[in-house]
């Protein structure tokens, strides 16, 4: 059953804040904010319901209260499809952010061109906005971004031979498929390529296969708990060639769960982990501070890059709502393809009629897990 949440907490809100003669602005998300993608959908309603506060407590954006109606779809594809559709056709919103996972992405932003409305997406597959679909944009890095970021540390090393295991979700799917790509592309060799299932608990055979191929290298691609699974069976294993995780772990919750397992792991990741390591003239590093002191004085837990993307989406649709001058979703549309060199958490956005996710390699760092914790890799 779709739970339609924060409805009471908006209105709520909308009594501490100041007094609106106009109607609302009303954006719509779809999160993953229970089930098995809830460590990064948790954190983005979290951070949704924080920039709605912020902004309605600044006299909302042009002038109106923003209004978030937000669905869980509980880590499930069909039921964001069906969230999507009620946001649409009976919420009359003017604008979606979401879904938390590619696989969900995937399957709803075909609705938004025939609804003539904007979707600005909070998941990482390539193949949201390549093609560029004109409606729909997307606010975490590409596939592409964080394996070139492996690559270009790989090649420091003087690695040749890589091997992969992926998950066969949506997230792992569109990840193989650009690993497969780059990897001859950038002159190594592919030795092995193993896949498991999202509700695996063993990956022991793949390791096994893997570590038959004797690559200089692994890289695991995918979201919690498989890669917390094969960080632990790797140790199991006794096996030490280097292993490389992806973005899609970027949260403590992943160090939580492979324990001393993750140390020495490696993976990119967005900048907001490194904040404190980053020097002062960074562009983002203000924002990031910033962001993190709010979330955590909020709700007591730490920052993750994955709530850093509902910070993005919400802030970019009312920057583009303020640049428009009106909420109409077409002229919001136009807007939005517009904004250039907007210092977010996920990195500094300019989107353009071709670039619809607006970042490069440069939103990542190369991050360590030493101590339980991450250091930026020199």
């Not at 632990?232 to 160090?255: C, D, E």
């Amino acid at each position: 059953m779709l739970h339609r949440i924060l409805g009471v907490l908006a209105v709520l809100s909308l009594w501490a804040a100041p007094a609106f003669a106009a109607e609302p602005i009303k954006i719509g998300a779809v999160v993953s904010v229970t089930g098995p993608a809830s460590f990064l959908g948790e954190p983005e309603k979290n951070t949704l319901e924080m920039v709605k506060d912020e902004l309605n407590a600044k006299g909302g954006v042009l002038g109106r209260p923003v209004e978030l109606i937000v669905y869980d779809d509980e880590s499930d594809v069909n039921k964001a499809v069906l969230a999507t559709e009620k946001l649409l056709k009976k919420d009359g919103v003017m604008a979606v952010i979401g879904a938390t996972t590619s696989g969900s992405t995937l399957a709803i932003m075909n609705k938004f061109p025939a609804a003539q409305v904007p979707l600005v997406s909070m998941s990482a597959a390539e193949k949201i906005v390549n093609p560029v679909n004109p409606w729909v944009f997307k606010v975490a890095p590409s596939d592409r971004h964080a394996v070139g970021r492996i690559l270009q540390h790989a090649k420091a090393q003087g690695y040749k031979k890589i091997a992969i295991v992926t998950v066969s979700d949506g997230f792992g799917q569109a990840g193989r498929e650009v690993l497969k790509e780059l990897i001859p592309a950038r002159g190594f060799t592919l030795v092995a390529d193993e896949v498991y299932g999202p509700k695996d608990t063993d990956m022991t055979a793949q390791l096994t296969k893997l570590k038959d191929a004797a690559p200089d290298a692994i890289i695991c691609w995918g979201t919690n708990p498989g890669p917390a699974v094969v960080a632990r069976n790797r140790a199991q294993l006794g096996i030490t060639t280097p292993l490389y995780m992806s973005h899609g772990v970027a949260s403590k919750k992943f160090i939580e769960l492979a324990k001393e397992s993750a140390e020495g792991l490696m993976l990119p990741a967005g900048d907001l982990i490194v904040a404190a390591q980053l020097p002062d003239s960074h562009p983002q590093k203000a924002q990031l501070v910033e962001y993190t002191r709010q979330y955590q004085d909020k709700f007591k837990s730490d920052v993750s890059t994955f709530g850093g993307h509902g910070w993005d989406g919400l802030k970019l649709v009312a920057k583009a709502i303020e640049a428009a001058g009106t909420d109409k979703p077409a002229a919001v549309r136009d807007a939005l393809e517009k904004i250039a060199a907007f210092p977010g958490i996920g990195g500094v956005f300019t989107f353009s009629a071709t670039d619809h996710n607006g970042l490069g390699e440069d939103a990542f760092e190369m991050v360590v897990i030493q101590g339980g914790d991450w250091k930026i890799v020199k």
